[in-house]
């Protein structure tokens, strides 16, 4: 089966493949340039609209992506360059959500689990994720992760976290 990373927030998510880095058009130097991620939006593209990928997570913008190389916690190999490249892509991914996003979801889970409870669901602030090595998760664990802004203001309801500007 095939492990998926998943991300949501409140504004859009990027679908443009990153890390790949060919020297001409379907052309790489080596198999690590042709290591990296491509991403999958939530859209039903017979009816133009959106679905979860999960009915845990119900925050409008989501993505998902694969690769064998994926982070998951106990899996990883520091060395491989293969499994750090992954690893740093994710974490600049999720610093770019972080952008135009309050909050972003991330979670990991085999494909077709993905409405499984999940394992833990932790909250962290950006500031407290200091390398791309904060961000390795086990299956089914999800982190909420936070931008360190002070002039928001976060509310959870049933929708998820929404937000609003502080007076």
Aim: net charge negative; proline share 5%; with cysteine.
């Amino acid at each position: 089966m095939t492990y998926y990373a998943y991300f949501a927030s409140h504004a859009p998510l990027s679908t443009e493949a990153i890390g790949y880095q060919p020297i001409r058009e379907n052309v790489y130097a080596s198999e690590l340039d042709f290591t990296g991620l491509w991403f999958e939006e939530n859209m039903d593209e017979t009816t133009q609209k959106r679905y979860p990928f999960s009915k845990l997570v119900r925050l409008r913008y989501q993505t998902r992506c694969t690769s064998n190389h994926l982070p998951i916690e106990g899996n990883y190999r520091p060395n491989h360059p293969f499994c750090k490249k992954i690893s740093v892509l994710l974490y600049e991914y999720i610093l770019r959500a972080l952008e135009d996003s309050p909050i972003v979801v991330y979670y990991i889970s085999l494909d077709s689990h993905e409405n499984e409870e999940f394992n833990t669901v932790k909250t962290v602030h950006l500031s407290e994720i200091q390398t791309h090595e904060d961000l390795h998760i086990n299956d089914r664990d999800c982190l909420r992760i936070i931008r360190d802004d002070p002039i928001l203001e976060y509310l959870e309801d049933e929708s998820g976290f929404i937000y609003v500007k502080s007076p």
